[in-house]
């Protein structure tokens, strides 16, 4: 079902192969679902070992992998290539809590799509949860002859893109009446897709307009043959669906200068890149590393940039951002307009389809391994549920006698470490509604359990940012959290350590452990920031 961008055969004189080559190697696991072997990676890109290792490890100072025995991962790092794209487009920042409220009103999906070339690429999705659900993801790519979105922009397609899309056709005869229902759209307004994708799947499109006509997106309404027909989807959903693509489009039309812009780029991106050169020597493609910063020059504020400020955005030398530029030109990521270049939406292939499902507990795992084995104790995540706290993610020590506690395991969580943190980060109002309704029964003799004292120790964690609990949960227990914060400074989760009080005196915890813990929190943090900034990541 999918199609791929394609790319000019041979390569200008000019072109960065190792760039090519890294670029390769990010696709194809992202392809593959995120993860390869080593082995896996050498057989499916034809390069030599020695090469697959050095990207592997130049991706992975990058952040951007994870090398886990012979397995090469994807890490939630990467997502900000494709976060620079989005953020330079603006559609999901500006339309996605349209999108949003379209789908709590109507009790169904909504995706948000982008042209890429005869295919249609997604860039938000707000999705219900049921027995039978939307599984596609940002940065999906779909040929648009299967979907109502791609109906909609083939209604403006040129006679060059209708004649790339025949050629393509050639190859692989799926038309479905194509060019009658881009008619029809260009003549309706709208397209329906009735169960083209997928037997059973049926959704309706329109197109979403710039103030200048062009259309940049289209919004789709996704249901289940179960719940509609395409003419019941048609008529029961399309009024309120016109309804939302004009405040989509208003919302385009206000000036840019209103939207919040992110921080240009630090320009020492190139000092750090050679920096790493003098750390790692031959083991790191400074070539490689340099032409992925280049795509983390664009972003909200930044769709267009001349080469001068691609330069200044990263610290590159003109001569450097100018072929690294050529380079992602020639493979599709990158498209010229006079003297300017931009991204295209083909970036959200390096790693979005695969990273943009992951969870809370994935990106923590990594780093509660680390935490582990700088500290010898066994490390968690857990979240609030209820009155309760929930762990959802745990990497247990090797020793003989260590705290065993299995993912799903709930505890009061008035009494337990990562709880206190938790509580304590709500609102203050909230927090004592919560203790007042909690069965707060002693667990042990230490157990704190009075209303007022619970209170005090809360205000006292809010302030100080952890929390110690010391032989209240569980005799012989002690366990240090500190919270894991949101990009809106919420707190979604704790991590913590815990321990026999025989392996430390409180003293020792909070000397050795606690900055231990919170460099982990603080990491866990800019993961889930990066990954969480144009999805939603769950947290259990």
């Known amino acids: 079902m999918?199609?791929?961008?394609?790319?000019?055969?041979?390569?200008?004189?000019?072109?960065?192969g190792p760039l090519m080559r890294g670029i390769s190697v990010l696709r194809i696991i992202s392809e593959a679902g995120g993860a390869m072997t080593v082995s896996e990676l050498v057989r499916s890109t034809g390069l030599a070992r020695s090469t697959v290792d050095r990207i592997a490890a130049t991706l992975a100072r990058m952040g951007y992998l994870r090398l886990d025995g012979h397995r090469v991962v994807l890490a939630p790092r990467l997502m900000e290539?494709?976060?620079a794209y989005l953020a330079a487009v603006r559609l999901p920042g500006?339309?996605?809590?349209?999108?949003?409220?379209l789908a709590d009103e109507l009790d169904e999906s909504v995706s948000l799509a982008v042209p890429d070339r005869d295919g249609i690429r997604f860039v938000h999705q707000t999705t219900r949860r049921r027995a039978m659900s939307l599984t596609l993801r940002i940065g999906d790519l779909l040929p648009a002859e299967r979907t109502a979105q791609g109906t909609v922009f083939a209604a403006y397609w040129s006679e060059e893109e209708w004649a790339h899309w025949h050629a393509r056709r050639t190859a692989h005869p799926h038309g479905h009446a194509f060019e009658e229902r881009a008619a029809e759209a260009r003549a309706q307004?709208?397209?329906?897709?009735?169960?083209?994708?997928?037997?059973?799947?049926?959704a309706l499109a329109l197109p979403v307009r710039a103030p200048d006509g062009e259309v940049v997106c289209a919004v789709s309404l996704v249901s289940h043959t179960s719940r509609h027909s395409a003419e019941s989807l048609r008529e029961s959903l399309l009024p309120r669906a016109r309804d939302a693509v004009a405040a989509m489009e208003e919302r385009l039309s206000r000036p840019a200068d209103e939207e919040q812009a992110d921080e240009p780029p630090a320009g020492g991106l190139a000092d750090w890149t050679n920096a790493s050169k003098q750390e790692l020597g031959a083991e790191f493609v400074e070539s490689l590393a340099r032409g992925l910063t280049v795509i983390t020059a664009f972003g909200d504020g930044r769709a267009e940039l001349t080469l001068a400020a691609v330069a200044e955005a990263t610290g590159l030398a003109r001569?450097?951002?100018?072929r690294a530029l050529i380079t992602l030109e020639h493979l599709g990521y990158v498209e010229a307009r006079e003297r300017a270049f931009?991204?295209?939406?083909?970036?959200?292939?390096?790693?979005c389809p695969p990273l943009s499902r992951t969870t809370l507990s994935e990106i923590a795992s990594p780093h509660l391994a680390g935490l582990v084995q700088q500290v010898h104790d066994s490390a968690s995540l857990a979240v609030l549920d209820g009155d309760a706290i929930q762990y959802t993610a745990r990497v247990a020590t090797g020793r003989i006698m260590s705290v065993n506690i299995q993912i799903g395991t709930r505890f009061p969580a008035y009494a337990a470490s990562m709880g206190r943190v938790l509580l304590a980060g709500l609102p203050p109002q909230e927090r004592a509604a919560r203790l007042e309704r909690t069965d707060r029964r002693a667990l042990t003799p230490r157990t704190v359990t009075g209303l007022p004292e619970l209170a005090a120790v809360l205000e006292r964690v809010a302030q100080e940012g952890y929390a110690l609990v010391d032989e209240e949960l569980e005799e012989g227990l002690r366990s240090l959290a500190v919270p894991v914060r949101d990009l809106d400074g919420k707190s979604v989760a704790a991590v913590n350590v815990a321990m026999h009080s025989s392996r430390r005196t409180v003293q020792q915890c909070l000397a050795e452990v606690l900055p231990e813990l919170r460099a982990t929190a603080a990491a866990i943090e800019a993961d889930l920031h990066i990954a969480g900034r144009f999805t939603r990541?769950?947290?259990a």
């Open 2 to 16: 999918a199609v791929t961008t394609p790319t000019h055969d041979t390569a200008p004189a000019e072109a960065v």
């Open 81 to 83: 290539l494709g976060n």
């Open 94 to 101: 500006l339309l996605g809590p349209l999108a949003e409220k």
């Open 189 to 202: 307004g709208w397209a329906v897709d009735d169960q083209l994708i997928e037997p059973g799947l049926i």
């Open 319 to 322: 001569a450097t951002a100018r």
């Open 342 to 351: 931009r991204l295209t939406p083909s970036v959200l292939a390096l790693g």
């Open 537 to 539: 990541i769950p947290t």
